[in-house]
């Protein structure tokens, strides 16, 4: 059964740090693009980052440029991602999914809404 599981979240003061992982059970990793999302209380779900299959980083949301990062360790079969002086509109459930890639693609980020397989999320709160 192919699967993405989020962990890493948790409760961080304003201007803390957090390290969230993406593990992929049952595919290779490297077969696939990997976004995270989030979702705040009361609000849709949003697009965060991306990272192609070639290793390239796309932001879906201008908000996180310059403190949030994306990477990916093949050999682990994990996303991570880096996120650095977080603010209290971070918080939300933080969900990772995958979309295979192949051709010309492997150096393309999916749209937010070509995700195939999504994880059950990790809940990041940025609160003092």
């Known amino acids: 059964q192919l699967q993405v599981v989020e962990s890493g979240g948790g409760l961080v003061q304003p201007g803390g740090s957090l390290r969230l992982s993406c593990a992929a059970s049952?595919?290779?990793?490297?077969?696939?693009?990997i976004g995270w999302f989030r979702q705040a209380p009361g609000k849709e779900r949003e697009g965060v980052l991306c990272?192609?299959?070639?290793?390239?980083?796309?932001n879906y949301k201008d908000s996180v440029k310059g403190r949030f990062t994306i990477s990916r360790d093949n050999a682990k079969n994990t996303v991570y991602l880096q996120m650095n002086n977080l603010k209290p509109e971070d918080t939300g459930l933080y969900y990772c999914?995958?979309?295979?890639?192949?051709?010309?693609?492997?150096?393309?980020?999916?749209?937010?809404?070509?995700?195939?397989?999504w994880g059950q999320g990790t809940q990041v709160t940025v609160s003092s």
């Open positions: 999914a995958a979309r295979r890639r192949q051709g010309s693609y492997y150096y393309l980020c999916p749209t937010t809404n070509e995700y195939d397989y």
């Open positions: 049952g595919f290779t990793l490297d077969y696939y693009a």
């Open positions: 990272i192609s299959r070639s290793g390239d980083g796309l």
